[in-house]
Nanobody, 124 residues
Framework: QVQLVQSGGGLVQAGGSLSVSCAAS????????SGWFRQAPGKEREFVGG????????YYADSVKGRFTISRDSARNTVYLQMNNLRIEDTAVYYC?????????????????WGQGTQITVSS
């Protein structure tokens, strides 16, 4: 059993920065990749980015590339999402996910473990 606990996030003006962390506990040795997803009201959950643990390789959706950075602290079993130059359209609930995957998956169904979600609100 794996538990993911998110922290961070909040409200920021457009152009600002926020970060969210995702701490894993339990059977963390079973995990090989993490993904970040977001869901805005009335929209489907969409892939933001992810990280493959073995290589540290990161992958991003085109909409956030160059603005968001994903990193991982293996000693703390924590994955981070740093968001810079935030836009109003980035407003959503952000979720971290983790699983035993060959690589980073861009579809939510591939992940078995999910964080509780964190609201990110970007104002004008």
């Amino acid at each position: 059993q794996v538990q993911l606990v998110q922290s961070g996030g909040g409200l920021v003006q457009a152009g600002g920065s926020l970060s969210v962390s995702c701490a894993a506990s339990g059977r963390t040795s079973s995990l090989s990749a993490s993904g970040w997803f977001r869901q805005a009201p009335g929209k489907e959950r969409e892939f933001v980015g992810g990280i493959k643990y073995s290589s540290g390789s990161t992958y991003y959706a085109d909409s956030v590339k160059g603005r968001f950075t994903i990193s991982r602290d293996s000693a703390r079993n924590t994955v981070y999402l740093q968001m810079n130059n935030l836009r109003i359209e980035d407003t959503a609930v952000y979720y971290c996910a983790a699983g035993n995957l060959i690589g980073v998956a861009t579809v939510p169904d591939a992940y078995r473990n999910w964080g509780q979600g964190t609201q990110i609100t970007v104002s004008s």
